[in-house]
């Protein structure tokens, strides 16, 4: 379908059956800050039809999530390394809690050029460029049904949420939407020059 890249975040381990992908499919990322022995990794430098190359870097935060390694030292090691090579460079940072997302896109602004968070499946409003060229957004979004709770039944997640029981979660249905960003990028600069929320049906 044309994708170059599909980054990930911790619900990528729940499934074994793409273990053996994750260990063969660079364009397949997990978060690269889980520690060293995980099979797959959480970075790639991907090369375009015009021969311009692109950095993607996959993050997950800690805050209210597993304490993995820090995402911002990780991250910042990493670009150094991908800045070798090229100046643009996306992070997908999955992560919990907006303080954090937002921390190191200011932590990565200039270094980077675009940070877009994930996980909470809820696109932000404060989609921005940061002063030194980094687009920025909290939360892309998610890409499914959006009459439901974050995707799942709303049903279920009600009933769960009155009775503080388990319930076997199932995905919801109609309604779809694809959320995200489209960022353009100086591919000189690796600047970011303008970032745009989608939402469509």
Not at 53 to 63: A, E, F, I, M
Not at 75 to 81: N, P, Q, R, S, Y
Not at 104 to 125: E, N, R
Request: hydrophobic content about 40%; glycine content about 10%.
């Amino acid at each position: 379908m044309g994708i170059d890249v599909i980054t990930s975040g911790n619900h990528i381990w729940y499934n074994r059956n793409i273990y053996d992908s994750l260990a063969t499919d660079a364009r397949i990322l997990r978060p690269h800050n889980y520690p060293d022995g995980n099979v797959g990794k959480g970075v790639t430098i991907i090369q375009l039809e015009d021969g311009l190359k692109v950095g993607v870097l996959n993050l997950q935060g800690r805050t209210f999530m597993f304490s993995i390694d820090c995402p911002f030292r990780v991250g910042a090691e990493e670009v150094k390394k991908l800045r070798q090579e090229t100046k643009i460079i996306i992070v997908d940072f999955h992560a919990e809690a907006s303080a954090e997302k937002i921390a190191l896109g200011w932590y990565l602004d200039g270094k980077v050029s675009a940070v877009i968070g994930t996980h909470t499946h809820v696109p932000t409003a404060d989609e921005r460029i940061l002063p030194e060229g980094t687009a920025y957004i909290t939360d892309a979004g998610m890409t499914g049904p959006f009459d439901s709770v974050i995707g799942l039944k709303k049903e279920l997640a009600i009933q769960r949420f009155l009775h503080q029981t388990p319930v076997r979660y199932k995905p919801a249905e109609g309604n779809m939407r694809l959320c995200g960003v489209v960022v353009a990028i100086d591919k000189e600069s690796g600047k970011a020059t303008k970032i745009e929320r989608v939402n469509l049906p």
